[in-house]
C-alpha cells in the first residue's frame, strides 16, 4: 500500500491511500481527509508537492510512504 | 593704503555678516571613514495581535433584559423546586444555527518598537573618535528581513518615533559678534611727520528666535514581502536615538483543517441525548502551513547609520559653528519576532499521544468513506464532547460510538468503550502542541 502525508504543525495526516504509487506533483488533492496511518514500518519513497483542493494556488509538501 | 584699509574693512564685515547667521549646518565637515561601534539598535518589545477566542455558548447573561424575564418566568415554572431552578440559571444554550469559527489564525497585526542607541563615552579611547555630548546620528535605515518562508509582510499601518508629535517648546539665544581693525601707518609729507590711525570698528548684534518645535524627522519607508525598511533623517539638532514603533500585518501560508462543533450533548434536564441526535457544524479554517512548529520565528535586524562627530564647537546648541566628522556604521543582529504560543492554533482533539510525535486522534468517517479528524477550537469544547463520549460508551461498551450521522474512528478501528479502557491516556489533547 501507498501513503501520501502532509505534515501541519508537527502532526502527520494520510491524505490519501492506494494500491499502486499514483501520486504526483502538482495534482490535486483533499487535504482536509484524514486516513488512518502509522508511519511505524513504512518507508518514506519521495517527496513531492501536490495541490489541496480547499487551496489550489498553493504547493503543499508531501511525503509518500509504503508498507 | 587706503585702498588695502578698504579692503581690510571689507572683509572683516562680510566675515562678520557670514558668521552671525545660523543657517549654516556646519562650519566644516569631512568623511572620516567606518566605525560600526557608534551606534547599536535592538528589539524592544514586540506584540502580537491576540487571536480572537469565540463565545461559543450562550447563558441567562447574554440574553437581553426582557429575555432573562422570560427565561427566568420558564425555569420557574418548569423547576418548581428551589435547587433545580437555580440551577436551571447556569444552563448553557445553542448558539447560532450558523455560527462558523471565524478566528482568523493566519493574519497577524505585529507591533515592533525598536531602540536606537549611541555610543556616550566622552573620553579619548585609542584609535577611536573622541565623542562629545553636541554628537548625533544624523541618518538611520533599519531593515528588518523575515527568517521564514511561510511568513510574510502584507500591509504597513503605522511608522513613527517619539519625536513624531512632540512639540519641545520654543528657545531663544542671542549673539554678539564683533571686531576692531585699526592700522597705524606713519606718513610723512613735506618733511611733517605725521601718524595716520585709521580704524573701523564692525559690531552685530543679532537674536535669533529658534523654534524647536520645528525639529522634524524625515520618516521614510518601504515593504515587501519579507523586507520592511524603515529610514529616517534627523534634520539640525536632532538626533535620532530613540525608540521607533513600526505597526505591520503578517501573513501565515495557509493550510486548511476542519473544525468541529458539536451542539445539543445534554437535553435541558441535564440527560445525555442519544448519538444519532447530536448536532455537528464543521467549517474549514486557515491555520499556517508550518510542519514543524518553531519556539520562536525571527529576522535579522539590520541597522545603517552616519554618525555626526562634533569635533569643534560642541559647547555651543546651534551647529552652524560645529566642525564636524561623518562616521558611517553598519550593524546586523538576530531578532526575535513570534514566540509559537503567538501563531500554533490551540485546537484540541481527542485521543492519545499528548506531548509526543505520535499522536492519535479520533475521526469522524462518513458514510461516503470520507474520514476527517474530529477538532475542535476550544478545549471545553473538546473536555464537553470528551465528558459525553465516555458518559455514553460507559452505558453501551460494545457499541460503536457515532455521533449525528458519523462513525467515531480511532485507527483503523470504530470507537468503542473496550479501546478507552484499554488507553488509560485516552482523553482531550492538545492536536499542535
Known sequence: ?67 | MNKVFIVSAGFAIAFLISCSTSLKRYRSASQTGNDNTLADADLFSSRISATNSLQTKKTLLDLTAEAQAQFIRIMNTRYPDNGSFLNSLYFEFLPAANDPVQTDYIKKDLRMVFSVSRKRGYHDSKGAPLLTEADRLEYLKLTVVLDEPFVKFTGWNMYTTEYGSVEIGDVSFSKSLGTDLSASIPVKINSIKSDLSPSVNAAISRKEDQQVKYRYIKLNGKLNDTVLVMEEEGTRETDLTGNIIADVSIRFRSAQEYVTRIYNLYDSAGKITPPGKLILKSSIVEIPDVEFPQKEIGAKLILDYVYRNVTGGSKTFPEWDDRIKYYTGHREKHISLLRDADYVPAFFGIGTGQGTAKKELVSLAGRDGSSYRLMFASYSEAADFCKWLKEWLAGNEDKQASAGIYILKFGNAPLTGKIIESNRLFGVIPCFW
Open chain 1, 1 to 67: 500500500m501507498y501513503y501520501l502525508v502532509i505534515q501541519t504543525m508537527g502532526l502527520k495526516k494520510c491524505i490519501d491511500v492506494s494500491n499502486e504509487n499514483v501520486y504526483e506533483s502538482e495534482h490535486l488533492y483533499d487535504c482536509l481527509q484524514s486516513k488512518p496511518f502509522d508511519d511505524e514500518g513504512k518507508k518514506a519513497l519521495s517527496v513531492i508537492f501536490i495541490r489541496c483542493t480547499s487551496a489550489p494556488e498553493f504547493l503543499r509538501r508531501a511525503i509518500i510512504y509504503s508498507d
